[in-house]
């Protein structure tokens, strides 16, 4: 049995009967019985959890003439990636925003929740990365089918129909690539900043880790950019005008 931080034991001890019984309905029998919440879920939910709290809270204060602290922060975080849409996509832009400001705000505290102790980064295990590549593998397709119907299939023959046979393969393995590219790119980041950060506080436990624990700050934020500035050039690319 893997090892469970202290909030996926209890989890288990609560839940695990329960999701074990329903897993078995479904055909999918868990590998432990008796733990079938892994730590990654269990990390997934307190995100989950914190950010329904985050939102219910500064909706419940929203103010135009005395915004707090809280709403200016995400005022401010909704604003840069509605400017980077904007330039990247276009004046309609502004209805992918909260799509990509949700995606943002789950990955950035998903990345940061390993800096608190008891806990650890979801991101940092590849099935988390890669249910994030695919659910913006998913809504870029939806947009792009959406925006222009069937036609949106012309986007993977090419501007020659002579070269739709050669394009249309390429085309198909180019845009399951990225979701790979998604994928590594986070968890690669994520896992080795952990990695570092724990053998850093295990050899030198007073002082010098400080530094890394800035290092991890400083990634995950970079990590959540490229992620959702990625997503947006693929958003871009879905529902251009010319297709």
């Not at 799509?99 to 990955?107: K, N, R, S, V």
């Amino acid at each position: 049995m893997p090892e469970q931080l202290w909030l996926t034991h209890l989890l288990n001890q609560i839940f695990g009967p329960a999701v074990s019984a329903g897993l078995r309905v479904i055909g999918l029998p868990p590998k432990y019985p008796d733990a079938p919440i892994h730590n990654a879920l269990a990390m997934e939910l307190v995100v989950f959890v914190f950010l329904l709290i985050l939102f219910l809270l500064v909706r419940s204060r929203l103010s135009v003439d005395q915004p707090g602290g809280l709403q200016h922060t995400l005022e401010g975080f909704i604003g840069f990636i509605d400017n980077q849409s904007r330039e990247i996509i276009g004046e309609h832009s502004e209805a992918f925003t909260p799509f990509l400001m949700a995606l943002g705000l789950f990955i950035l505290c998903c990345n940061l929740i390993g800096l608190i102790p008891g806990f650890e980064s979801p991101t940092a295990v590849p099935v988390v990365p890669l249910g994030c590549a695919v659910v913006a593998f998913v809504y870029y397709q939806t947009q792009g089918f959406k925006h222009a119907g069937i036609k949106y299939l012309a986007h993977f023959a090419g501007p020659m129909p002579i070269l739709a046979p050669l394009m249309v393969p390429i085309e198909i393995i180019s845009h399951l690539a990225r979701v790979l590219s998604l994928t590594i790119r986070l968890f690669a980041n994520m896992f080795a900043g952990d990695m570092v950060t724990l053998v850093f506080f295990s050899l030198i436990p007073i002082g010098i880790p400080i530094l890394f624990l800035g290092l991890h700050i400083g990634v995950s934020l970079l990590q959540t950019y490229i992620f959702v500035l990625l997503t947006t050039v693929y958003l871009s690319g879905a529902v251009a005008e010319e297709h």
